[in-house]
């Protein structure tokens, strides 16, 4: 059975930090795609990852462009989402996912799309104030 557990989450000031963490159990993070999702307050949840981590490396959108920073302990099997200079527009519930499947014309490069993800976490409050 897959699990996914964020935590980390809280209420903070612009400008401020946090780092969220996902502990997997029944996918190790070396083997899979993992990404990060945002649904901010009264929205639907994204359709792309935020941040993404694989063996083919990482990906951003361009709303966290470099104040975000996702990575992984394969000891651990675990990821993280280091959130840094934070804005009320980055106020949501953050959720992590997981999955195996892979595109591209070699196999190797993760989705970035909500649908292409099996395994999902329950999702972690952030909320940022002004």
């Known amino acids: 059975q897959v699990r996914l557990v964020e935590s980390g989450g809280g209420s903070v000031q612009t400008g401020e930090s946090l780092r969220l963490s996902c502990t997997i159990s029944?996918?190790?993070?070396?083997?899979?795609?993992m990404g990060w999702f945002r649904q901010a307050p009264g929205k639907k949840r994204e359709e792309f990852a935020i941040?993404?981590?694989?063996?083919?490396?990482?990906e951003y959108d361009d709303s966290v462009g470099d104040r975000f920073t996702v990575s992984r302990d394969t000891t651990m099997n675990a990821i993280y989402l280091q959130m840094n200079r934070l804005t009320p527009g980055d106020t949501g519930i953050y959720s992590c996912?997981?999955?195996?499947?892979?595109?591209?014309?070699?196999?190797?490069?993760?989705?970035?799309?909500?649908?292409?993800?099996?395994?999902w976490g329950q999702g972690t409050q952030v909320t940022v104030s002004s």
């Open positions: 996912a997981a999955d195996n499947r892979r595109t591209g014309s070699d196999g190797t490069k993760c989705f970035r799309r909500d649908f292409m993800y099996s395994y």
């Open positions: 941040a993404m981590i694989g063996n083919d490396g990482t």
């Open positions: 029944g996918v190790r993070v070396n083997d899979a795609c």
